[in-house]
């Protein structure tokens, strides 16, 4: 796996910074892609958004068909019901890191079973935007051990 590190964010988090901050905070996603990007150094790394579910299917078959060393994933609430991305994640041969904001198991019921987590090679839950950064340097470190 030498190819870029995808890192995908699922609906609603491009209104992160405003959106219920004393769940999510106040780091918007731009700030985020700020921090993925000096996490990641050198290493290419590719950044998205969507609110749509084939978008973000889209992006995963793309990470496959560029050898991707890695995605890291916010599904958000497609989390908890999105087959469609569940069976694109199982299609990606490399490691995935799913990435929640909150901790999701400190939620409501509706927020406890994801899908996604039935595939993803690891969880950060509750860690804040600082997860994201975190997910970089593993996923890197992942390759370099390999
Ligand atoms: C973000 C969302 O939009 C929610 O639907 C998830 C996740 C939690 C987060 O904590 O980043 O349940």
Known sequence: MSGP???LNGPNLNRLGTREPEIYGRTTLS???AM???AAGDVPLQFHQSNAEHQLVDWIHD???QNSLGILINPAGLSFRS??????LKMFSGPTVELHISNIHRR???YQR???SKTATGVIAGLGARGYPLAIQWLIGHQKAA
């Open 5 to 7: 590190i995808f890192v």
């Open 63 to 65: 990470a496959i068909d």
């Open 31 to 33: 700030d985020i892609e």
């Open 83 to 88: 087959i469609p991305l569940l069976d694109a």
């Open 36 to 38: 993925c990007r000096e």
């Open 114 to 116: 994801s899908l996604v």
């Open 108 to 110: 409501e019921d509706i």
